[in-house]
């Protein structure tokens, strides 16, 4: 059980100015924020960070759209932190997510999903530490 995970509030939550109302309710769920920044991703960086996909056909506009607007990374800590997580952001097609979940309430579709949470232990470690060193992690 791992007790930090990693999100990201995407450039579409961004835009529609939903950031503090996803941010309220990480912190509803009992969910305390360790790392924290607003940044604007590079489409260079916004590649490197999705390189895992880079063979899949929707890279190239997965990596203009989180290129396209500044975005809020964060590392997150919680008992079971990675599986909560998931729970609270819900199916990444909104349609299919649960009612009460962050893409059911604030993402537009597939692509415009709202928020990224990582998908196991090992790639929330991974996330987390390409957005934040050592120094800015709590």
């Known amino acids: 059980m791992s007790n930090r995970t990693f999100t990201m509030i995407k450039p579409d939550a961004t835009r529609k100015g939903n950031t503090g109302a996803i941010l ?12 924290m920044k607003m940044v604007h991703l590079s489409e260079a960086k916004a590649g490197e960070f999705y390189a895992v996909h880079a063979q899949r056909p929707f890279y190239g506009e997965l990596v ?19 599986e909560d997580f998931r729970k609270l952001i819900g199916s990444t097609n909104p349609a299919d997510a649960a009612e009460g979940t962050i893409r059911k309430l604030f993402a537009a579709s597939i692509g415009e999903n709202a928020v990224h949470g990582s998908d196991s232990d090992e790639n929330a470690k991974i996330e987390g530490d390409f957005f934040f060193s050592k120094l800015e992690q709590f």
Request: charged residues 15%; hydrophobic residues 55%.
């Open 24 to 35: 309220q309710m990480i912190n509803a769920a009992g969910f305390r924020i360790v790392a």
């Open 64 to 82: 203009g759209f989180m290129s396209s607007g500044p975005i809020t990374a964060a590392i997150l800590e919680k008992d079971n932190a990675v």
